[in-house]
Every structure is written in C-alpha cells, then in structure tokens.
C-alpha cells in the first residue's frame, strides 16, 4: 500500500512538474533567434535601462530605438533573417517594351552592395558577375552568384532604382508550399522573379530558411543630437553654446548635450580672464548661497527663479 501511495505521489508531481518545466524551456528560451550571425534578441534585452529612462522622459518618449540607432547612412539591422532582397532596376535609355528589371538576392549582398548599380539589358546576372564584379565569398555552394534576374530588352541601360525586404514566411507558414523544400534552406536562384512592379515572386521549391550575418555596424552606432536638432544649433546666439556643440561634432560625442539637457550633473572647469566664487549649500530641494566673491574686479548678479534666469530648482536666498 505504501508503494503505490509513493507512485501516485510521484504521479501527481509529474503531472504538475514536467509541463511547467517543458513550458519554461520552450516558452522562455525559444523566443528570439540567439544565433551567433543572426541574433533576433530586442535592444531592451540588454538595454533596459536606457529604454525605461527613454520611456519615462517627455521628450523623446515616443521613440523607437530604431529612429535613432538605425538611421545613420550604411547602418542596417543586424539580421535580416528568413527574408530576401527584391531589387528594381529602372529603364533610363528610352522606348522600350521592358521598362522594369528585378534582381532577388540576399539581404547579405545588398548590405555588403554585392549588386550590380547599373545593367545592361542583354547581360544576365551570371554574366555581370563572370567579370569579376561580384565578391566572391559570397557566391553560392555552386560558385555562381546567389541571385536571379528578369530578362530586359538589348541595348537598353538599367539603373538601379530601390530594393524591398521580402519574408519566405506569412502568416506565419512558409511561401514554399512544397513539402519537400519548404523547411530547406533559401535559394534565390531558384526565385521565380516577377518582372511586375507590383507582383508577388514565387518561391516555390527555393526553400525558406536563411539566417543573414549582420555585415554592416551594429545597431547601437552614434547618433549625433546635431542631426536632428541642426536648426537650433545653427541659430544658437552665443560663441560659449558654439564651443560646446563644436566640442561634440569634433569629437563624435553627445556628452555635452546631454550633460546640460537631461539630469546629470554637470562640473565645469573654466580657465577665464576674471573668475568668480559661489559657495553655496542644498537640502536636496533648496540652495542657499553662502558667498559670492570674485578675484578680480568683476560685476555680480544672482537671480531667483521667479525674477530672471534660472540657477536653482526653486527660490534662491542670498546671504
């Protein structure tokens, strides 16, 4: 009796136990791609802290880490994953019955610009890149260059217009409805290319799966204040405000904007002509000033919030 009343504890506690366990392994360790080339892992996993103070402010609360961090000129997302490049090539010789080219290739050759800038309509993809245009690296376990392209029209010239970022999934299911390659690594040569502007590419036996290795910065690159707040700082009224802004540009460094215009204390170290003293003590609220003295012959004003320009968080008293 005493044995079967151990298995059904031990029942019992499995019953309970080994799906929370499962749940715990598949549902919080499974979320996001951790590959070593193609970490899917949300800014805020690492930067948490900057994202809540970013979030509790008023002024730039509403931002995305992205509005900064992935605007700057050759900075893309560090992985595009299970996804290609549509590129258009545009028609700028005239007449012609094709007007538009379409290249499907990786995020990896866009990023990396492994892509022809301009075509002409006679040459094929394999045929710009067997003139050693393309990097070889990044060719396809064939050696021939991992993309297709629509046919154009003889002697007509194609520039390179825009590219778009196309998912090998939707809704969640795979655009590969072959059983046989859906869940098969992406081939773009084998991408049905569609030669329509507004046309949908078929993927059919290409396969699905592609993990992208970030190959430009980072997302977290430095972004300057000045590139977005430039009319403020080009009407700034005093040669002490353009030290600082010059400082920072110079030496590609936000510290100076953010010193003044958010919390953080600032300490200052002046070399002037004349100079003067404040000492001064606060209850963490209140600031009273002790003393003012100057070493040199010099005018002195202090004001109080209410009156002129601000120098405590509330009325100053002067001893």
Aim: aromatic share 8%; net charge negative; glycine share 8%.
């Amino acid at each position: 009796m005493k044995l079967v009343w151990v298995l059904l504890a031990l029942g019992g506690i499995s019953i309970w136990l080994i799906p929370n366990t499962l749940s715990l392994l598949g549902g919080q360790h499974t979320f996001y791609n951790i590959d070593l080339n193609g970490s899917q892992v949300p800014c805020g996993k690492c930067h948490g802290d900057i994202q809540m103070e970013l979030h509790t402010g008023f002024i730039h609360n509403n931002f995305t880490c992205a509005d900064c961090h992935r605007v700057q000129k050759g900075v893309q997302y560090a992985s595009g994953d299970d996804a290609y490049e549509r590129l258009m090539y545009i028609n700028v010789t005239g007449p012609s019955n094709i007007q538009y080219r379409f290249l499907a290739t990786t995020i990896q050759n866009y990023q990396r610009g492994n892509f022809p800038k301009s075509i002409s309509g006679e040459i094929t993809i394999d045929q710009w890149a067997a003139t050693g245009k393309d990097e070889v690296q990044f060719r396809d376990i064939n050696g021939q260059y991992a993309g297709n392209m629509t046919p154009g029209d003889m002697g007509i010239l194609y520039n390179y217009e825009k590219e778009t970022e196309i998912s090998t999934y939707i809704n969640g299911m795979t655009k590969d409805t072959d059983i046989v390659t859906r869940n098969t690594t992406l081939d773009p040569r084998k991408i049905k290319v569609n030669k329509d502007p507004s046309g949908s590419d078929d993927i059919n036996g290409a396969g699905s799966k592609i993990v992208t290795p970030g190959t430009l910065a980072h997302a977290s690159s430095t972004i300057l204040c000045a590139e977005c707040h430039s009319e403020y700082l080009n009407n700034t009224p005093d040669t002490i405000h353009e030290a600082f802004i010059k400082y920072g540009m110079e030496h590609n460094t936000n510290d100076n904007c953010i010193a003044c215009h958010t919390s953080t204390a600032v300490s200052i170290n002046w070399t002037r002509p004349s100079t003067i003293a404040i000492e001064t003590n606060s209850n963490g609220n209140n600031i009273t000033i002790n003393n003012t003295y100057a070493t040199k012959t010099i005018r002195i004003e202090t004001f109080g919030n209410m009156s002129a320009d601000v120098i405590a968080v509330s009325d100053v008293t002067v001893i």
